[in-house]
């Protein structure tokens, strides 16, 4: 219980960073992602646009998958506006089909990309 405590008043823990910490912070020191790509399921707000946009501006390139491919294609946009070089790909996945699951790896592994992150 305390533990739980002191992470929500932001106190760090053993990696440094806690619950206050932002993404600017905790990847600060990771300047270059230039090799990796990243898949981020709910890129389009909250979290998921902020971590989004943090690792674009690293350099990183990243797969938006999205039920709504206009809001997907919106944060897109955003990102972009705001680093211009970014390389942003967008593509269709309703975590809720299996379907659509097994039709968005089929879709991302025809890009012939690495897989690094997935969030």
């Known amino acids: 219980m305390l533990e739980t405590f002191k992470y929500l008043i932001g106190s760090t823990g ?3 960073f806690g ?3 932002t993404a600017e912070q905790v990847t600060e020191n990771c ?3 230039r090799s990796i790509t990243a898949i981020i399921t709910g890129a ?3 979290i998921g646009a902020e971590t989004a946009r943090v690792l674009a501006k690293r350099g990183a390139r990243l797969v938006l998958p999205a039920r709504n491919l206009k809001a997907a294609e919106e944060a897109k946009a955003r990102i972009v506006s ?3 070089g970014s390389e942003i790909v967008v ?3 309703d975590l809720s089909s299996l379907t ?3 039709q968005f790896v089929a879709e991302f592994e025809s890009l012939n ?3 690094n992150l997935l969030m």
Do not use: I, Y
């Open 31 to 33: 300047r270059d992602l």
């Open 113 to 115: 990309l690495p897989l």
């Open 14 to 16: 053993a990696s440094g």
């Open 82 to 84: 705001e680093f211009p």
């Open 100 to 102: 659509s699951v097994r």
């Open 44 to 46: 389009t707000s909250g």
């Open 91 to 93: 593509m269709a996945l």
């Open 19 to 21: 619950s206050k910490s």
